[in-house]
């Protein structure tokens, strides 16, 4: 879900700067920018994204060829991007994904079930979008297995301030660029601890990152999980996390999640379901499954009654 209330970006002496590397991507009048970027970014804190009250969105990025910071201003049907740093030109290459330009929708069904297709007339806006960021959505992905959200994004707020980068060029005040795997795969014991992460999510992190070189988007879905799942720590769920969000994955489903799989039989049928109950649901919309349930997620999320204990909070040691 996108922020509540976009946090206003620190004033720069050299905001108006020209970046390393610029373009001008063309982006539809109706795609809602807010919502299409906002669902990668973890929480209002997370540091590595900035949104500003007039609409800029700053993101601190990490590719083969280093680090870099993007600035993208929307406008008319289009959106300026800018980036500076040693990998400016390969995040600006990868920034129509990231807008949910390269969104492909052809064949989408919404008529088959009317919830879905009053959630996508509500929601006519919202792309699939692709960061292109697979290391960090390993990361941010594993730290929210079996937790409460708002635990696993103060984690990562936490481990990215105190061992992230300041990124290049003229970045607002707090932003950071988060960490490589090596400093991941090296992190001491009580720094994930006192950052509120346990045994099980902490190992897994360290595990993924002896492998992260192989886990790039290039590859595309199918294999990315299946190299995921070579490590220990990670099942279905985290692929289908970090595939959706990494690369705009229209087909990915968050199977063994603790509530998507109620919220879709209840939109669906008004009547709780399992995950083998929520695929059967999905059926119809394969291909496009991810979708179905980015919208109605946006369309019922709070809406649906609450079921069953809640989560235990994490207790960082700070």
Request: net charge positive; with cysteine; proline share 9%.
């Amino acid at each position: 879900m996108p922020p509540t209330a976009p946090a206003a970006a620190t004033p720069v002496a050299d905001a108006s700067a020209t970046g390393d590397v610029h373009a001008v991507v063309p982006v539809p009048s109706d795609v809602d920018l807010r919502r299409t970027v906002g669902r990668l970014r973890r929480g209002a804190g997370d540091p590595t994204w900035e949104h500003a009250a007039d609409g800029t969105v700053w993101h601190a990025v990490r590719r083969p060829a280093g680090a870099a910071t993007l600035r993208l201003r929307p406008g008319p049907g289009a959106v300026r991007v800018d980036a500076w740093g040693p990998g400016a030109a390969h995040a600006v290459a990868d920034a129509p994904g990231l807008l949910g330009v390269l969104d492909d929708a052809d064949g989408f069904a919404d008529h088959l079930h009317p919830a879905v297709a009053r959630a996508r007339r509500t929601y006519a806006g919202v792309r699939l979008a692709r960061s292109g960021d697979v290391w960090d959505t390993v990361v941010t992905a594993v730290l929210e297995q079996r937790v409460v959200g708002l635990d696993a994004k103060a984690s990562w707020r936490r481990l990215v301030t105190w061992h992230g980068t300041p990124p290049p060029g003229p970045a607002p005040a707090g932003l950071r660029v988060a960490p490589p795997p090596a400093v991941w795969r090296d992190l001491p014991v009580w720094e994930w601890r006192r950052a509120g992460v346990d045994a099980q999510r902490s190992d897994a992190v360290r595990r993924a990152a002896q492998v992260a070189h192989a886990l790039t988007p290039d590859v595309g879905a199918a294999e990315l999980g299946r190299r995921m799942l070579t490590v220990r720590g990670i099942g279905p769920w985290t692929v289908a996390e970090v595939t959706s969000r990494a690369l705009g994955d229209p087909d990915a489903v968050s199977v063994g999640d603790a509530h998507l799989c109620h919220l879709v039989g209840w939109a669906l049928t008004g009547r709780r379901a399992d995950d083998a109950g929520m695929l059967r649901l999905l059926e119809p919309w394969r291909g496009h499954r991810q979708r179905v349930l980015v919208l109605l997620e946006l369309a019922y999320r709070g809406r649906m009654p609450a079921y069953g204990p809640r989560a235990p909070r994490a207790r960082p040691l700070v």
